[in-house]
């Protein structure tokens, strides 16, 4: 629909995200790792199914369809502007993308029965508050099958000690300066162009409408690894580590 411009402005994406998550694309690929270990060790599915909640532009969706061709990859969001460029993203696959909010019922409906084989996600799950992330993982929990895995990929506090949350935040902030990208275009200022930019106006009226347009602009849930790690054997994973980190950007796998 866009052609060249959603191209544009899915690298200036991709760019802008990795001022808050320097190391993203290795992040990405510890996604990857462990969603095909998790995938050697079932050896069964003739066709997996992988689901990437709050896709986005489709990044990370994208890469794991490239490293699973033979998978059923779903990306879920509730921004129909971001959708709309991940639709881009996704043309000539046959990655599935779906409206939903994460946090209305019926979500999971959508996307397919039991068993899935992996959930994924990225710097997404900080949006919702603590009630709508255990409903989520509850979720989860009751559609992975057996050693299935859940991995999310975002910026989460190590602890709930001030000192100890600057520190995590520091070494990122110091590994985006390392890694020239502490300079990139800033979150607020990317949204502000995106927002206002007349080819997407479209898309921009129907994100307007949505309510996700009132929701992604909250504070973060806070909610520290240990607390997070709680609320996944709660809502009955069988474990949850950290596995990737640097600072207070991680990688958080659960597994059923
Ligand atoms: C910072 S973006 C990350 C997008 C993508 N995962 C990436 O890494 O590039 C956060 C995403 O979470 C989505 N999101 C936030 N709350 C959501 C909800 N309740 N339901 C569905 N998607 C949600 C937003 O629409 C947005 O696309």
């Known amino acids: 629909m866009l052609g060249e411009t959603a191209r544009t402005w899915l690298h200036r994406w991709d760019e802008q995200q990795e001022r808050y998550s320097p190391d993203r694309e290795e992040r990405f690929q510890v996604v990857i790792d462990i969603v095909g270990r998790s995938l050697d060790r079932s050896g069964t599915a003739a066709r997996p199914l992988l689901v990437d909640l709050g896709c986005g532009t489709g990044s990370l969706t994208t890469r794991l369809a490239r490293a699973f061709p033979r998978a059923d990859t779903v990306g879920v969001d509730a921004d129909p502007l971001l959708l709309g460029l991940a639709e881009e993203a996704v043309a000539g696959t046959d990655i599935r993308l779906l409206a939903r909010d994460l ?9 397919a029965p039991a068993p899935w084989d992996a959930a994924v996600s990225s710097t997404a799950l ?12 509850r979720t989860l929990a009751a559609r992975l099958r057996p050693g299935g895995v859940f991995v999310d990929a975002d910026n989460r506090r190590p602890a709930d000690d001030p000192e100890l949350i600057d ?7 110091r590994r985006a300066h390392r890694t020239g990208r ?3 275009e800033a979150w607020a200022g990317w949204w502000k162009t995106f927002l206002s930019a007349p080819e997407l106006a479209p898309l921009t009226e129907a994100r307007a409408r ?10 973060p849930n806070g909610l520290t690894t240990a607390a997070q790690t709680a609320l996944l054997r709660e809502a009955g994973f069988s474990g949850a580590a950290t596995v990737w980190q640097c600072g207070d950007d991680s ?3 659960a597994v059923r």
């Open 126 to 137: 900080h949006w919702l508050d603590p009630g709508e992330l255990a409903a989520l993982y």
């Open 251 to 253: 990688v958080l796998v």
């Open 167 to 173: 520190i995590a935040r520091h070494v990122r902030a």
């Open 103 to 111: 946090t209305a019922p019926g979500w999971a409906d959508a996307v």
């Open 182 to 184: 502490q300079g990139r």
């Open 210 to 219: 949505s309510p996700i347009a009132h929701r992604t602009f909250r504070q």
